[in-house]
């Protein structure tokens, strides 16, 4: 039996961790399942609302935190943080605990529709190889279509490690979002794969990462997942000269995570993540600050591309509406 590791860190989402937990419940192949929650200390007694729903539906608490059922084989564990440590800890104290064959990431205010599970196994049993196992979602907001594989030209299965590469860096063709991929746990634990701790958008850390080891993948295109968009979350919620901190200490991560066999390709993909967040307006206090991250990245460049770069920076000092040059982004575009 191939068991999934479905892995939810449990952060203030009192109000959603039933309907979460429910929609796991409700999973067809639910005997396949092991459920992870990942206590990380929130401020709403989120960790008691799931542990007095798990009561109510029958679920006993056993040792070592394990909830179990008479009347069902999903099991469910409770892993407790003993302070707050963020997403990025919770999701890697997962990992840690995990003893499926695949990893399933899913947020605490999400939930997932009852085959998702299975129709991701069918791939899974159809092309075994597979390191990952991708799928589509749909968000209660309409700002985020390109989750929607409904709507995209992708094929069944691949083995193409350029093409694999080049789409997840691209960062929108499959979604860079860590949560409704089935992940081999054996492929994880090989690369010695982890999430960044300490800052806000470790999904496009961790989507970094596994681009470089990625060798084989099956894309189920449906939409089996659902992001619930909250207007207070740790994202919408922020100020913008927190957003803009926040995106350049994930550029610099980015950055660190360079290695030799993938070098020009990971340049660019960062510089165009860079033109995408910047190109429209940029502060005045955040220019210089973006010229020098241009600058770094033009001298781990060569050739024409490390000229670009620099070009580039350098038009960040200038006002707003010159700043995004075409002819330089033709050059930097993935």
């Known amino acids: 039996m191939m068991i999934v590791s479905v892995v939810i860190p449990i952060y203030n989402a009192a109000q959603y961790i039933e309907k979460c937990l429910r929609s796991v419940m409700n999973q ?4 396949c399942v092991e459920c992870i929650l990942v206590d990380d200390c929130g401020e709403d007694n989120s960790i008691g609302a799931a542990e007095s729903f798990l009561a109510k539906e029958g679920y ?23 302070h707050n440590k963020g997403h990025s800890a919770a999701r890697n104290t997962g990992i840690d605990v995990a003893q499926g064959k695949y990893i399933y990431f899913l947020d605490s ?72 991929k089935l992940i081999l746990r054996s492929f994880i634990l090989e690369h ?92 005045k206090h955040h220019r210089m600050p973006l010229f020098k991250l241009f600058y770094k990245l033009s001298t781990q460049s060569q050739g024409v591309l490390s000229l670009v770069l620099f070009v580039q920076g350098t038009l960040a000092l200038c006002i707003p509406s010159k700043f995004k040059n075409h002819y330089t982004c033709s050059c930097i575009r993935l």
């Open 28 to 31: 067809t192949v639910a005997q």
């Open 60 to 82: 006993c608490a056993c040792e070592c935190g394990t909830f179990v059922s008479t009347h069902s084989s999903l099991t469910f564990r409770i892993v407790h943080h003993d």
């Open 109 to 180: 205010d999400d939930w997932i529709i009852p085959d998702c599970l299975e129709k991701m196994l069918e791939l899974a049993i159809k092309y075994p190889d597979s390191q990952i196992i991708f799928a589509g979602a749909t968000a209660t907001s309409g700002r985020y279509n390109w989750l929607d594989y409904e709507k995209k030209t992708l094929p069944e299965y691949s083995c193409d490690h350029d093409w694999l590469q080049l789409s997840m860096l691209r960062r929108f063709d499959f979604g860079m979002t860590c949560w409704n």
């Open 192 to 283: 010695n794969l982890s999430f960044v701790e300490g800052y806000v958008h470790q999904d496009e850390m961790w989507n970094f990462d596994l681009s470089k080891h990625i060798q084989s993948a099956a894309f189920l295109k449906q939409n089996t997942y659902v992001y619930n968009i909250r207007d207070n979350s740790t994202i919408t919620g922020a100020s913008d000269d927190v957003r803009w901190k926040r995106l350049f200490a994930l550029w610099y991560v980015l950055l660190s995570k360079l290695d030799e066999n993938n070098k020009e390709i990971q340049i660019r993909a960062i510089a165009a993540c860079i033109i995408e967040k910047t190109g429209r307006e940029i502060p």
